[in-house]
């Protein structure tokens, strides 16, 4: 195990040169980042389907991306709401980091691998594919069914149309997701595995059925439909269920030493990663919060970095009680007394909750952060609850120098899975 970041070779050091995004409050980087800085929600009443009849109305959808710039016409009937979400923020970050993959050479393009990281994936593509079958309009099904409702092909869909011809893998592990293909890419570049990798996540699963499902779970807010903004409220006493969301967020990840003697910009390092398993149900949280605490904890020590070093955490807080309660009983068992005055936000109460794109979405807001030297509020904890007692930055965004900061993340299936990012010193 690595003893500490600055022990690392500087070849070995995986830094962040390009961020994309595509959120429910902005689309592109800085729409995003002004929104979440400023505490502008992006929840809004359902509009990709008629809600009416449903508990639950509201979503994070995002609004103004032009589909057609990304995926052809002709296409479009063939691949899920997903793939043109990827390709904008993919097509962001790697502008972004200065790559042209237009004028690469084959070996260059080799270079570069895709690593996406989704819940659904098409989930969203395949239940349209079913009701237009069981409507009786078989005609419209499409003749890529089968391959667009395959996970993998979501990662394919972004090497096709960039030209990237390293590994493309997707990894599926719920709200996990985009958090466990960073580490994963880390670690493949790290150990010499890969060159450069293209590395985040993306889910779209506003669609009928879906909800519908979330809804049978009763964890999904149904109180705030006439006020969609302030439908998302974690860690607050009043709090009664998630706001689902869809989004990308991508970043290009390289060595340091690659960085640098290309002379990108660098937003800062990932330098720890951490994943467990509580193994113990399907949807709830064990109770004792060892887990996603050890999670955090393997987290630092693959960074190298003390509690004490830690500056800012960038919470799951998906507004469900058993989350919010759990999930700070957890920072405290990870960063002992260090978490009554350690700051943290939750970007989902903000954006709603984009399942297996909502780690991605949480790095990108941590690195800007980190950039700024601002770190985002949470909105609408209006009524504290008295077991989420730790600093959620409620009252608004706060200047604040971060060095070091913990990306958190918990799912289905009692996974848990935390980032360290450090802000680039050179």
Not at 401 to 426: E, M, P, T
């Amino acid at each position: 195990m690595i003893s500490s970041v600055n022990d690392v070779h500087v070849n070995d050091r995986v830094v962040v040169t390009g961020i994309g995004a595509v959120s429910p409050n902005g689309v592109g980087r800085e729409a995003f980042w002004e929104a979440t800085r400023a505490g502008r929600s992006g929840v809004r009443r359902i509009t990709r389907f008629d809600p009416t009849g449903y508990a639950a109305q509201v979503a994070g959808e995002v609004d103004g991306l032009d589909e057609s710039s990304y995926v052809k016409l002709k296409d479009r009937p063939h691949v899920s709401r997903a793939v043109p979400l990827a390709a904008a923020a993919v097509d962001e970050a790697v502008r972004d980091a200065a790559l042209d993959a237009k004028h690469m050479s084959r070996e260059e393009l080799r270079e570069i691998s895709v690593l996406v990281g989704s819940g659904g994936a098409s989930q969203e593509f395949t239940e349209q594919q079913y009701r237009f079958y069981y409507e009786g309009k078989q005609k419209q099904c499409s003749v890529y069914v089968i391959p667009t409702s395959t996970p993998g092909t979501l990662a394919s869909e972004v090497s096709m149309r960039f030209g990237f011809r390293g590994f493309s893998h997707l990894i599926s592990t719920g709200c996990t997701s985009s958090t466990d293909a960073l580490g994963y890419a880390l670690r493949m570049i790290r150990y010499g595995h890969a060159t450069r990798v293209i590395a985040g996540g993306v889910d779209a699963p506003i669609a009928p059925l879906i909800v519908r499902g979330f809804q049978l779970m009763r964890i999904m807010s149904t109180r705030w439909n006439h006020e969609p903004e302030r439908a998302s409220r974690p860690f607050s006493r009043d709090r009664d269920g998630f706001v689902i969301a869809e989004g990308a967020w991508f970043f290009v990840l390289e060595t340091a030493r690659s960085a640098m003697e290309r002379g990108a910009r660098i937003y800062g390092e990932i330098c720890g990663f951490g994943s467990t398993c509580d193994a113990y149900h399907r949807v709830r949280l064990e109770e004792c919060g060892e887990e996603p605490a050890r999670a955090i904890q393997l987290a630092m020590k693959e960074a190298g970095v003390a509690a004490e070093q830690i500056d800012y955490v960038n919470y799951h807080g998906t507004s469900t009680e058993l989350n919010d309660r759990i999930e700070t009983r957890a920072v405290k068992l990870a960063l002992g007394k260090h978490a009554a005055k350690l700051p943290g936000s939750s970007l989902k109460s903000l954006i709603g909750h984009p399942q297996g794109a909502c780690g991605a979405a949480g790095v990108a807001a941590t690195l800007l952060a980190m950039r700024d030297g601002v770190a985002p509020p949470t909105i609408n904890v209006e009524y504290p609850d008295p077991e989420c007692d730790l600093d959620y930055i409620a009252e608004g965004a706060r200047p604040l120098a971060v060095d070091y900061a913990v990306a958190n993340c918990i799912a289905f299936g009692s996974k848990n899975s935390a980032l360290v990012l450090r802000r680039w010193h050179g």
